[in-house]
């Protein structure tokens, strides 16, 4: 399974003021040394998610500081600090254009949708630069019924081949509720029957990738990792190609070594399943 750390993101306050821009009021000697403690801080976070297993980067500015000067400055940051693929979140696309200049690999672009603005001026952009793109087939409305879902995601990928995007860069994301309302109950169990669904209907075969966290958003902290786990295993064992997660929680590693080991993808050890990072 393909791990990509959600660590770096705006939602989290200390990484949404590392992203803050430099008071322009500030003389450039002291704007520098801000930005040097900045960059510092997203580096070492990179790093720890990269020695915690994390197989690519996202950058996550949906939330908060959607702009390009701040895409490039975070993008520029982290490269100095690791060698890793990175996935670019943001809603426009003068945002993620920004990044992609920057990526000394290709790219992940999270994401394009059955939205006509994402379409129009994403796609277009993803394309270009040859990255890699995720499909989000819940947006704006997440379908209640597996075929449903499938007929969106065939729209999305004719969508993205006919960009000249292929199968092989693409992951198709079905989107992930809240479980603690009946309608995110209903959507996880939709998704027993979705990801089978997807891995079926497409070839070449197309990836499925989902944001783990999302399913326990609205639980109480000390529930989450339980249930993040939980969620993780479950679809894991349906072939889940890609997962968004925090990549320094060690329970929640620990079930994708696990993982991989049940899908016979790595040897067993004691020591894999003691690790604490």
Known sequence: MFIIASNITTRTRKVAEAL?????SADAQ??????RERAAFLGNLAKQCVAAGADALDVNLQQKRDRPEVMEFAVRAIQDAVDC?????????DTLE??????????????????????REILPVAAYYNAELVLLISDPVAPSMAEDAVKAAAVLVGAANEAGIPNDRLMLDPG???VTTEMGQ???????ELLPALEETFEPAIRTA???SNVSAAAPRRLRPAIDNAFLATLGGLGL????????????????????VFRNEVIYADAEVERVT
């Not at 803050?20 to 322009?24: L, S, V």
């Not at 959507?187 to 027993?192: E, I």
Request: proline share 4%; with cysteine; glycine share 2%.
């Open 241 to 260: 190609s890609a997962a968004f997660m925090d990549v320094l929680n060690k329970d929640t590693m620990r079930t994708r070594r696990l993982i991989s």
């Open 210 to 212: 989902c944001w783990i």
């Open 176 to 178: 992930v509720l809240h």
């Open 186 to 192: 209903r959507h996880s169990r939709m998704l027993l």
């Open 85 to 93: 693929q990175l996935c670019l979140s943001a809603n426009r696309a």
């Open 20 to 24: 803050q821009p430099p008071a322009e």
């Open 30 to 35: 002291a704007r520098q040394g801000v930005e």
């Open 98 to 119: 920004a990044g992609l200049r920057e990526c000394k690999r290709p790219a992940i672009v999270n994401y394009v949708s059955m939205d006509e603005r994402r379409l």
